[in-house]
């Protein structure tokens, strides 16, 4: 690997465009990752094969005959979209710490038509959503919000408190690790605030058995597989006793307002799921950079913890 992406940091733009100033250069990362110890045939295991010279990024299996494309099971398979240019908005969402709009992407990638960068970001934005990770473990701070919703006419009607009339209600999760950082975060659009719904959510997000840190809000007081520890507001304030599910509450709400323009109801899990995915990669672009391809489907379990313990 070289050397610049051992820190996993991400590359500057320029260092990555010289480093993939091609299809080429694509089709080969896309080489290493699928075949680090050289060809392998998915249909029948043969170690021998060639590159055809007729079929781009195409290998054939000596034994079989079976032709494999370098591209095959990422989100880049069939598409017309050159891989240099696959490649480039990939890492242009993988390093944008507040996202990329298909506006933006267009004017970068330097597309000619709207629809296909549109198309383009909203293909990576697919693999943003990782159906095998894991529950978040150890001790959690878990609370709810509310996020005013943008509509036509309207004007945003909200009510006090956990009230959450015109407003779209987030549960969050936050993992904390031992040296006072944020690890993972979930987050999910949910009905209301009650026992039923909330512990569904905890169910879903936190591994049996962790602590689960909340402010003392009843719809908690039911997790029957969990420890709870509820720290009851008095006259503390909320931020103060749930620090970082707070902070990920008031960055989500900034790049709602600031990057989105308004979240959009109908749009909003998607939205959830993509700052998710930025919040848990933010020091891993490299690891961001593959899964948005399609390239890493599958991370070894032990992978993550390894990632924590690097320095930004
Ligand atoms: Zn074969």
């Not at 091609?22 to 050289?38: H, Q, S, T």
């Not at 609370?143 to 009230?163: L, M, W």
């Not at 049996?208 to 909340?214: D, E, K, L, Q």
Request: aromatic share 10%.
């Amino acid at each position: 690997m070289p050397s610049r992406w051992k820190s996993d940091r991400p590359p500057a733009l320029a260092a990555f465009v010289g480093r993939f100033p091609d299809d080429r250069a694509c089709a080969d990362y896309l080489c290493r990752k699928r075949w680090p110890e050289g060809f392998v045939c998915p249909a029948c295991g043969g170690l021998k094969g060639w590159e055809l010279g007729a079929k781009r990024f195409t290998w054939e299996c000596a034994a079989c005959g079976r032709q494999t494309s370098v591209t095959a099971g990422t989100v880049m398979h069939r598409s017309k979209v050159p891989l240099r240019l696959w490649f480039l908005a990939a890492h242009l969402m993988a390093t944008h710490s507040n996202g990329i709009s298909a506006l933006q992407m267009q004017a970068q990638l330097g597309l000619g038509s709207y629809k296909t960068a549109w198309l383009l970001c909203h293909k990576l934005r697919r693999a943003m959503v990782d159906p095998d990770r894991e529950p978040l473990a150890g001790v959690v701070e878990v609370d709810e919000t509310s996020i005013p919703f943008r509509t036509k006419d309207d004007p945003v009607d909200g009510g006090a408190g956990r009230s959450h009339v015109g407003k779209l209600l987030v549960a969050g999760a936050v993992e904390l690790m031992e040296d006072g950082r944020a690890g993972r975060i979930r987050l999910a659009v949910i009905e209301d605030y009650g026992a039923m719904t909330l512990t569904e959510f905890v169910t879903r997000a936190v591994e049996r058995g962790a602590t689960v840190v909340s402010d003392g809000w009843s719809g908690y007081s039911s997790l029957k597989e969990h420890t709870h520890e509820a720290k009851v507001i008095g006259s503390m304030a909320a931020h103060v006793l749930l620090p970082w599910i707070h902070r990920v509450f008031a960055n989500l709400k900034r790049w709602g307002t600031g990057v989105l323009h308004g979240f959009r109801k109908a749009h909003l899990d998607r939205y959830l799921q993509e700052f998710v995915f930025r919040w848990n990669r933010r020091r891993h672009t490299r690891v961001a950079f593959d899964s948005l391809l399609g390239i890493a489907v599958t991370l070894p379990h032990a992978c993550y913890r390894d990632f924590v313990d690097q320095r930004a």
